[in-house]
T-cell receptor
């Protein structure tokens, strides 16, 4: 039973560039959430997708956008990268139930230079 | 607004010692869930335990136990007889029950180092 898979594992980009991160949810899960984790801090909620629509969004600028596909996989896009966007980006999947535990992937380490 | 505070940034123990991690949360809602997650060096957040706001009964699951006190808004977590494999960052998280979405608010984490 495959868990949550994310790609790529590491990425280096330059300021101003755009990046796309990918996530495949755990089998049986149809809800995908994205979190940003800066070094030494707890994860911060970016947004959540369910039925191919953004269901909830955290305090992140419009430079952060996402998409969910019919197979429940998801992408996180970040435009006009800033140095402060350097972080570990975690994808989590769950069922739609409000108290369903989130299952996380290993994350994508993004470095912006 | 909701907030989770983990005052301990790092705890170092010798193997077989017990480790207690503190968590204090803030919320105006009366219905919510609390979680503990473990993050090993691999980066993946691993779900450990979940407790809802209506159930203050403290439980033990293997070497893990937790102490939920609604009166003081605390949800402490204990690892009994620690092992080297317990070395990781531990996060306390709060889930507000909204009409849509299950967004988690995390604390800053506590790094646990278990020495052999």
């Amino acid at each position: 039973d495959a868990g949550v898979t994310q790609s790529p594992t590491h990425l280096i980009k330059t300021r101003g560039q755009q990046v796309t991160l990918r996530c495949s949810p755990k089998s049986g899960h149809d809800t995908v959430s994205w979190y940003q984790q800066a070094l030494g801090q707890g994860p911060q909620f970016i947004f959540q997708y369910y039925e191919e629509e953004e269901r909830q969004r955290g305090n992140f600028p419009d430079r952060f956008s996402g998409h969910q596909f019919p197979n429940y996989s998801s992408e996180l896009n970040v435009n006009a990268l800033l140095l402060g966007d350097s972080a570990l980006y975690l994808c989590a999947s769950s069922t739609p139930s409000y108290n369903s535990p989130l299952h996380f992937g290993n994350g994508t380490r993004l470095t912006v230079t | 607004a909701q907030k989770v505070t983990q005052a301990q940034t790092e705890i170092s123990v010798v193997e077989k010692e017990d480790v207690t991690l503190d968590c204090v949360y803030e919320t105006r809602d009366t219905t919510y869930y609390l979680f503990w997650y473990k993050q090993p060096p691999s980066g993946e957040l691993v779900f450990l335990i979940r407790r809802n706001s209506f159930d203050e009964q403290n439980e033990i699951s293997g070497r893990y136990s937790w102490n939920f006190q609604k009166s003081t808004s605390s949800f402490n977590f204990t690892i009994t007889a620690s092992q080297v494999v317990d070395s990781a960052v531990y996060f306390c998280a709060l889930l507000m029950i909204k009409a849509a979405g299950n967004k988690l608010t995390f604390g800053g984490g506590t790094r646990v180092l278990v020495k052999p």
